[in-house]
């Protein structure tokens, strides 16, 4: 499996607006799209820094995995995304691995990426994504 470069870096917030004021006017990064992901119960807005992009994570729903861990954990950094060549594959040779995977299959997520999750409990507590275009 090859892995390209990390997609994103996702973040929760309990505010998306208070939170993309921080990127752009302390930061200086500009946010280029604001898009709900409803399956995922999150509103998302996205910033480039290079080739990797920032992903801000706010819940629309207390039950939904965001809603949970701002709960439990508060805001802070919340899944580290790795671009791969071919996610199918990659889903196959991790699970071979003995690596336990959330999403079995891709799934669509953001920005029209085909998406999967590995368990935070077999990846020394990061929750991580694996994605593709
Ligand atoms: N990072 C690290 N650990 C996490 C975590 C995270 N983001 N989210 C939950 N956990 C840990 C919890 O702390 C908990 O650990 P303990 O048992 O030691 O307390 C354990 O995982 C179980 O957590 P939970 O609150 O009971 O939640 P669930 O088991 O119901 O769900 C998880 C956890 C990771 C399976 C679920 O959040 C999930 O499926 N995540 C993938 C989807 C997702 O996060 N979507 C949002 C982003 C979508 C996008 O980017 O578009």
Redesign the pocket.
Known sequence: MELTHIEHI?IAVSNLEASIKFYEEALGLKCYAIEE?KD?K?R?AFFKVGQTKI?L?ESTDPEG??G??IE??GEGI??LAFAVKNLPEALKSVEGKGVRL?DQQPRK??EGLNIA?L???STN???T?LCEE
């Open positions: 996702g992901v995922q999150v998302t992903e994570l995995p965001v949970k861990f439990k954990k919340h899944h959330i997520g953001a999750f368990h935070p409990k507590g990061v929750l994504e």
